[in-house]
């Protein structure tokens, strides 16, 4: 049954629910519906805390027969041999066109679940229950699917929008410090490109939301998925408006890449990027510096980066912004802030301009 403090946020076919029982809401779900089978695709380290008990409501609330397939924590999972494995189970299991998957994990997981349900038998229905603070306001909304390939990250993919995503936050009691602070960093990001009542709430309000306090965390989901629900509503296959969610990714991808992946968490990448981002609006007079400060000091307030390490020159980084999957025609896009809760798409930026950004923004 959906409580009466659940909140519920419409986004294309799904309904993202923030819930104080992602399990009681999602057999709630199952019950209305027909499925003939259900598969629940769940991150390892979610599984050794959470799994078993999920498993038993589930198996003993339903009507329908329920399996499972733990995965390994981590992104090197989320390959297409990953995606081979579930679909082999599921059909194993006898799953159907009628069959439901449900994805219970990170980012990485809500990914490779979203690319399986989407080809599996051509397309089946799909349920998030996402456990990481970047899964909750990020990868499980939106419909973007995918797996990585050995040359790159997210290259195969799909738009597969699930037809629900249950929010719990109790889940975010087990989270690392690290994981939750790169989960805030796509929070900041929608503060800045789309709200500043919730840019000025994560100022006034960080030390509850770092103490996870539940009011604190049910304002701040609540404010960043009606953000992303909003933009993906208007543009779901990214040809204009949700390249905005790309704040702080132009600068963050190279960084990631140029780092192999090990040095910085998604969300801690980003975070330097909006840095960057944020400075080169300064430095085009879209916003004073001011701003810049503002943005830095809640970054560093949610524990997360702001300054490029010195290991990575400027010119590795404007290489690989170059050939990022988003540059089309070797124009780089760039999204800049131009005030707080507003920014655009910006392509001709002088080369030279790009280079003395980074130089700025690079740690000692
Ligand atoms: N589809 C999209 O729109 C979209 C958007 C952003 C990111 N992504 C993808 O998301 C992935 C990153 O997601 P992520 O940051 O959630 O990483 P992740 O899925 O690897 O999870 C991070 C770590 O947290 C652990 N974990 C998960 N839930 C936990 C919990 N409740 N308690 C304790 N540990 C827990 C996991 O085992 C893992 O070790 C990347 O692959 C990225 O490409 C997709």
Redesign the pocket.
């Given at each position: 049954m959906v409580k009466s403090n659940d909140i519920e946020i419409p986004c294309k076919e799904s309904l993202v629910v923030i819930t104080s029982s992602a399990i009681e809401a999602l057999i709630a779900f199952i019950k209305k519906g027909t499925y003939s089978r259900c598969f629940l695709i769940i991150?390892?380290?979610?599984y050794t805390?959470?799994g078993e008990a999920f498993l038993q409501q589930l198996q003993q609330k339903i009507n329908c027969l329920v399996s499972y397939f733990v995965v390994k924590?981590?992104?090197a999972v989320?390959n297409l041999e990953t995606a081979g494995e579930c679909w082999q189970k599921m059909h194993s299991f006898q799953m159907d066109r009628a069959g439901l998957l449900i994805s219970m994990?990170?980012?990485?997981?809500?990914?490779l679940s979203?690319f399986a349900a989407s080809c599996y038998m051509r397309g089946i229905e799909l349920v998030h229950v996402p456990?990481?603070l970047?899964?909750m306001v990020?990868?499980s909304?939106?419909g973007?699917?995918?797996v990585n390939l050995p040359s790159g990250?997210?290259l195969v993919g799909t738009f597969c929008q699930p037809r629900r995503v249950f929010i719990d936050p109790l889940?975010?009691n087990?989270?690392?410090r690290k994981?939750f602070s790169?989960?805030l960093a796509?929070i900041i990001k929608c503060g800045v490109i789309e709200d500043p009542s919730l840019f000025a709430y994560l100022e006034t309000q960080m030390d509850r939301i770092m103490a996870l306090d539940p009011k604190a965390l049910q304002h701040i989901l609540h404010a960043s998925c009606a953000i992303k629900a909003k933009i993906v509503a208007k543009d779901e296959k990214e040809n204009n408006l949700r390249a905005l969610l790309n704040y702080g990714h132009t600068f963050g991808h190279a960084l990631e890449t140029a780092t192999h992946y090990r040095q910085y968490?998604?969300?801690e990448a980003v975070s330097i990027g909006m840095c960057c981002a944020a400075e080169m609006s300064f430095r085009l007079g879209f916003v004073d510096a001011e701003f810049v400060k503002r943005q830095e000091s809640l970054c560093i307030q949610a524990g997360l980066p702001t300054e490029l390490p010195s290991s990575v020159t400027s010119n590795e980084l404007f290489k690989l912004m170059r050939f990022d999957k988003k540059t089309v025609s070797g124009k780089i896009h760039f999204i800049l802030p131009t005030g707080i809760g507003t920014a655009r798409v910006i392509s001709d930026i002088d080369e030279r301009l790009i280079e003395s950004v980074l130089d700025a923004r690079r740690g000692v």
């Open positions: 991150d390892q380290n979610v805390r959470y924590s981590g992104e989320k994990g990170g980012g990485v997981v809500t990914d979203g456990t990481t970047l899964a990020d990868a909304i939106g973007k699917t995918g990250k997210n889940y975010l087990s989270l690392s994981e790169s989960g796509e968490l998604h969300g």
